[in-house]
């Protein structure tokens, strides 16, 4: 399986935009790229997904690269409501039913 | 509001003694996961159902079992539990529509069970 790496933490202020980082060299051309966020205590919950083209939500944008060796997801205006950790996640479309999770990226949002 | 229930929130067990937990979605999705949580570290799939079908990880200790007896409501068992198995327990539900479908297999968790074994 193919696998993400990401930063262990980041730290934002308050309104600024934040870019989230994920490198998943071994991506195959059949891998989604997913994210989720779990605020503290609770569950995760999607954020956004994307295959070869870039992504907008109302959550968040998602930034792929042309080889699709990494992704970005960017907040544009961090709220503190956004502290949480971030998963980058591969879905094999092969087997659509298991995520690949990376270890997340701890964001800590300043007011 | 549509969504995915896990009780109870906090679960005390002791050592050895089995412990079920539940989980419950109104969003009739026809996929149910269980997740095992252990501090600062991802979730791990242990098993999901595909409608009434059973799929269990092969890294999961027989000392974990699951019913699902409708589509609605999925248990978690924990025959004998150790000091290891204390984790947050999470609950997820997907809509599948099938192999290579990978866009769309977006999972919704429930808060979760966190689990004590004293």
């Known amino acids: 399986d193919a696998k993400t790496t990401q930063p262990n933490s980041m730290e934002s202020n308050e309104e600024e935009p934040v870019h989230l980082p994920c490198n998943h060299s071994?991506?195959?051309?059949?891998?989604?790229i997913h994210w989720y966020r779990q605020l503290p205590s609770q569950g995760p919950e999607y954020v956004i997904h994307?295959?070869?083209?870039?992504v907008n939500n109302r959550m968040a944008s998602l930034a792929i690269a042309e080889d699709r060796k990494s992704s970005t997801l960017i907040l544009h205006r961090a709220t503190l409501r956004d502290a949480a950790v971030y998963y980058c996640?591969?879905?094999?479309?092969?087997?659509?039913?298991?995520?690949?999770w990376g270890l997340g990226t701890s964001l800590a949002v300043n007011p | 509001d549509a969504m995915v229930i896990q009780n109870p929130r906090y679960q005390v067990t002791q050592f050895g003694k089995p412990v079920t937990l539940s989980c419950s979605q109104t969003?009739?999705?026809?996929?149910m996961y269980w997740y095992q949580q252990k501090s600062s570290q991802a979730p791990k799939l242990l098993f999901h159902?595909?409608?009434?079908?059973?799929?269990n990880e092969a890294d999961t200790p027989d000392n974990f079992q699951s019913r699902r007896p409708n589509t609605s409501f999925c248990f978690l068992d924990i025959r004998s539990p150790g000091l290891g198995d204390a984790a947050m327990y999470l609950c997820?539900?997907?809509?599948?529509?099938?192999?290579?479908?990978?866009?769309?297999?977006?999972?919704?968790f429930g808060a979760g069970t966190r689990l004590s074994v004293l």
């Open positions: 994307g295959l070869t083209s870039n």
């Open positions: 997820a539900t997907s809509r599948d529509r099938g192999q290579g479908q990978g866009a769309k297999n977006i999972q919704y």
């Open positions: 159902y595909y409608d009434k079908d059973f799929n």
């Open positions: 071994t991506i195959s051309g059949t891998d989604y």
């Open positions: 996640i591969l879905i094999y479309a092969g087997n659509n039913r298991k995520l690949i």
């Open positions: 969003l009739n999705h026809n996929v």
